[in-house]
């Protein structure tokens, strides 16, 4: 058995102080190349779109974050992608983020481990934004959540 020890404070408004880690059983929560039953997820990304991650594959409503194995493949140009809380789109308006959570050539499948915070959310709300930088081209994005924050 492995033990996953993670240490992480998000401070904003909604969320201040340390947050304990739980693991789930991975679960496939986006995959942009087949049909999932999801709204809104199939298709190539070619900008940015929000999700509800909470009260999906075991995150339940409340978690602060979220831990993900992000892949892209499929990628038709050099791109990247970030994932940032749909909290800040609501503060901030719309906002490209500044760091990626993956970079990827044409070609290319690559995939990176992500903690990322999750909005403070009400029933029906959105609470990450998905950032994919593909100018004239296309990626196809694969999500699997393996834990939550809270």
């Not at 996953?4 to 401070?11: D, E, K, N, W």
């Not at 892209?72 to 503060?91: D, Q, W």
């Not at 029933?123 to 999500?143: K, S, T």
Request: net charge neutral; glycine share 10%; with cysteine.
């Amino acid at each position: 058995m492995k033990t996953l020890i993670v240490a992480l404070l998000l401070v904003t408004p909604a969320y201040a102080g340390p947050l304990s880690t739980y693991l789930v059983e991975p679960c496939r929560y986006l995959d942009t190349r087949e049909e999932i039953p999801l709204p809104g997820i199939s298709g190539a990304f070619t900008n940015m779109r929000l999700y509800r991650v909470q009260e999906t594959c075991g995150v339940p409503l409340g978690a602060g974050g979220v831990l993900m194995n992000v892949t892209v493949t499929g990628a038709t140009v050099k791109g990247h992608l970030a994932l940032i809380s749909s909290e800040i789109t609501r503060n901030e308006g719309r906002m490209i983020p500044t760091t990626a959570t993956l970079n990827f050539a044409p070609g290319q499948t690559v995939a990176n481990f992500a903690i990322t915070q999750l909005a403070r959310i009400q029933p029906g709300e959105a609470d990450l934004l998905v950032y994919v930088n593909v100018p004239n081209g296309q990626v196809h994005v694969i999500i699997d959540v393996v834990g939550y924050l809270r």
